[in-house]
């Protein structure tokens, strides 16, 4: 992979004494999605939250070819990398287009105060944000709620944009759409870092892809390879790939 955007070299990252990541490599290169799979446990989340600066870590995180692996989670952010946790992290009691222009926060901190054509640009990827603008965030469906937390995401005009989970608790026809955004997302030349138990929809968006067991990289590779490769197959993909002849 050439033009990185993100290179990770040996990275450790855990909770207190006990280490979740053991000497983890990773690079993903500008303008690609980039999928991690792998089974729960396996140190997914805890890879996106120490890239984000949410958790130490030690080891090599380089950005742009330059090094963030000493900078805050407030500088990590002014750079454009931006995170959608696991748990979507919106504010329930606020209308829609407040939790989305409250994602505007690195744009007005770059001196860019109007946040209009940002807004614009979110409502066009998910026309049913619009209609649900002055409707109470925490009174929407999940599928909605994914969509507000990764338009929010979407306001600071990221570089580098990481999903954790974004299929969780979804049904099937909404995580389709939500991949389908993803998909899209490609195009405007923003980088996704995808974290994904669903490994089929995943490997299916994604450029490249990792499998990270047991806090290391077990396999890597171009996504379509990684689907047709028996062990991932077996372990990830089940029986309806194998059956649709992967």
């Known amino acids: 992979m050439t033009d990185s955007l993100l290179a990770v070299t040996d990275l450790h990252a ?3 004494r006990a280490e979740v990541l053991h000497g983890l490599k990773l690079k993903a290169a500008a303008g690609s999605v980039v999928t991690v799979i792998g089974p729960n446990g396996a140190g997914k989340s805890t890879l996106l939250n120490a890239l984000m600066g949410v958790l130490p870590s030690r080891g090599g995180i380089a950005y742009r070819g330059q090094s963030i692996a000493m900078q805050s989670l407030e500088e990590r952010v002014m750079q454009g990398i931006a995170l959608v946790p696991e ?3 919106l504010f329930g009691s606020m209308p829609v287009e407040d939790n989305l222009r409250l994602g505007a926060y690195r744009q007005v901190r770059l001196g860019k105060k109007d946040s209009g054509a940002s807004l614009e640009r ?4 998910f026309p049913r ?3 649900r603008r002055t ?3 925490g009174t929407l469906s999940g599928g909605e709620r994914q969509m507000l937390a990764v338009g929010r995401a979407l306001m600071g005009e990221p570089s580098l944009l990481m999903l954790d989970e974004p299929s969780l608790g979804l049904a099937p026809l909404v ?4 991949f389908n955004t993803i998909a899209a997302l490609r195009s405007t030349g923003v980088t996704i870092l995808l ?7 995943a490997l299916d968006v994604a450029d490249y892809g990792y499998v990270l067991e047991m806090g290391e990289i077990a396999l890597e590779g171009p996504a379509s390879d ?7 197959i077996d372990t990830y993909l089940g029986a309806a790939r194998k059956q649709a002849g992967a």
């Open 226 to 232: 990684l689907a047709r490769d028996p062990r991932v």
């Open 135 to 137: 409707q109470l965030a």
């Open 122 to 125: 979110v409502y066009a990827l």
């Open 175 to 178: 995580v389709r759409d939500i």
């Open 195 to 201: 974290v994904e138990q669903n490994a089929r929809a």
């Open 14 to 16: 855990g909770y207190g």
């Open 129 to 131: 944000l619009k209609e």
């Open 87 to 89: 748990t979507r992290a």
